[in-house]
């Protein structure tokens, strides 16, 4: 039995792969969006299972269901569901493989500002004028919030159309006005409209790699010469089974598993 954290386009991706080839599979995602996607697939040789599990979640799953790989196919900067599968994978002797999406290559461009964290943005990005506009997620808002307040600045977020997300903006003090709740990577032409519509001084965005329309968004800001905040990945070493190949890490899978 294989474990596949999924919650990602490339964790569906990967369990689509999968199907057909006889292994049994559970994964997990954080959300009912998540499962939904998953579910859908409609595959007798796999489950779903909904929720952050930590280590001892993790530990008791892999003793539960006999697997024998982890598959960590989360978000580059979901950090602590890597770290429980790691220990997990670890304290219980089985073994875990990582996809690891390949980061994303900028262009060259003097408007595009680096940060490695959430608050280095948020404190850079206050000095760009004065509405911050966000594409990083719901998780890491709160450095946004509080640094635009202080300096008396707006925050426009863009976020998926769920109610985690809506609940996670409303917990954090956003008003309607402020959220941009939309599904799905948009054009290059929405993007500027977006931009254009909510008076953007600055972008911040992060290193979600190539799937996500991160770039595009970019290229966007970057013809609209609004500058750019980018937050780089954050460093964790993964080990030695890491792939950045989808076929290979397949192919690793099939053929130690059969």
Do not use: W
Not at 44 to 50: C, I, L, P, T
Not at 102 to 130: H, M, Y
Request: hydrophobic share 40%; net charge neutral.
């Amino acid at each position: 039995m294989l474990l596949l954290i999924a919650g990602t386009t490339e964790g569906r991706v990967l369990f689509h792969r999968l199907k057909g080839t006889g292994l049994k599979l559970i994964a997990t995602s954080l959300t009912d969006y998540g499962i939904n996607l998953l579910n859908g697939e409609g595959d007798s040789n796999f489950e779903a299972v909904k929720g952050s599990l930590d280590k001892t979640g993790l530990s008791q799953l892999i003793e539960e269901k006999s697997i024998t790989k982890i598959i960590d196919a989360s978000h580059p900067f979901a950090l602590e569901i890597s770290k429980h599968a790691m220990d997990a994978a670890r304290e219980q002797g089985v073994v875990y493989l990582r996809y690891e999406r390949s980061p994303l290559i900028l262009p060259e461009n003097n408007l595009i500002k680096r940060t490695d964290g959430f608050q280095q943005a948020a404190e850079e990005a206050v000095g760009f004028g004065r509405v911050i506009f966000l594409t990083i997620g719901v998780r890491n808002l709160q450095p946004f919030v509080s640094t635009a307040e202080k300096q008396e600045k707006n925050i426009v977020a863009r976020v998926l159309p769920l109610e985690s997300s809506l609940k996670a903006c409303r917990e954090n003090g956003l008003q309607p006005s402020q959220i941009v709740a939309l599904q799905g990577t948009g054009s290059k032409d929405l993007n500027k409209e977006l931009f254009k519509f909510y008076q953007a001084s600055v972008l911040v965005t992060k290193d979600g790699g190539t799937t996500g329309g991160t770039l595009t968004k970019i290229e966007a800001a970057l013809e609209l010469n609004i500058p750019v905040i980018f937050i780089q990945r954050p460093n964790l070493d993964y080990g030695k089974n890491v792939y950045h190949q989808m076929n290979k890490l397949i192919e690793q899978i099939i053929n130690n598993e059969k």
